[in-house]
């Protein structure tokens, strides 16, 4: 056997050198199980759709997510996905997704989180919205461009909205293929501490 350290060091304070994983494994698992386990994991969706009947069209979805003043809780984002598509002529769809701490919706409607864990009936204390339009107001915090199918983007709790604060997403799909019927599609899934 090569020779390890038996004790950590400055540089290793945590000795993570697994033995014996035959009869006593080794299981990693990302926090949003274990949230998901105590009925902590919420998700919201949203998608819009539009026809493309002359010249460049535009199908938008927007979400926002907010952390109300005294809620007791600190939500963690899990990760943001959802995709764009179209009938046809895939190839001359683009899209891009922005997230925005804070902003404000367009003609918003009430969404409901739903728990991920079914047998759980723990309500989430975050409230959300959608909207077809874009975002106004609030600090870009990312911005990527979208090739048409899924995508998904992982934060597993980096980013953290603390009572009194909010997240907003947007993904936008273009296209001027006369014909084509685009959806853009948005997901949030976070858990709550």
């Known amino acids: 056997?090569?020779?390890y350290y038996v004790f950590d060091t400055i540089t290793k304070p945590v000795n993570v050198q697994m033995t014996n994983t035959y009869q006593n494994p080794a299981i990693s698992a990302p926090p949003e199980s274990n949230a998901s386990n105590f009925g902590r994991l919420f998700s919201i969706f949203g998608s819009a759709?539009?026809?493309?009947?002359l010249g460049l069209t535009s199908a938008t979805i927007s979400l926002l997510l907010s952390n109300p003043i005294g809620s007791g809780r600190t939500v963690y984002l899990s990760q943001v996905n959802g995709s764009i598509g179209g009938s046809s002529l895939l190839s001359s769809l683009t899209g891009t997704m922005t997230m925005v701490k804070g902003g404000i919706l367009t003609s918003p409607s009430t969404l409901t989180p739903t728990n991920n864990n079914f047998g759980n009936t723990t309500t989430s204390t975050s409230t959300a919205q959608s909207s077809t339009g874009a975002i106004t107001g609030g600090t870009i915090v990312a911005s990527f461009q979208?090739?048409?199918?899924?995508?998904a983007q992982q934060f597993v709790g980096s980013i953290i909205l603390p009572p009194g604060s909010s997240l907003s997403a947007v993904v936008t799909s273009s296209s001027?293929?006369?014909?084509l019927t685009m959806t853009s599609v948005l997901n949030f899934n976070w858990w709550e501490v």
């Open 176 to 179: 001027s293929a006369i014909g």
């Open 49 to 53: 759709s539009s026809l493309v009947v």
């Open 1 to 3: 056997m090569p020779n």
């Open 146 to 151: 979208l090739a048409p199918g899924t995508f």
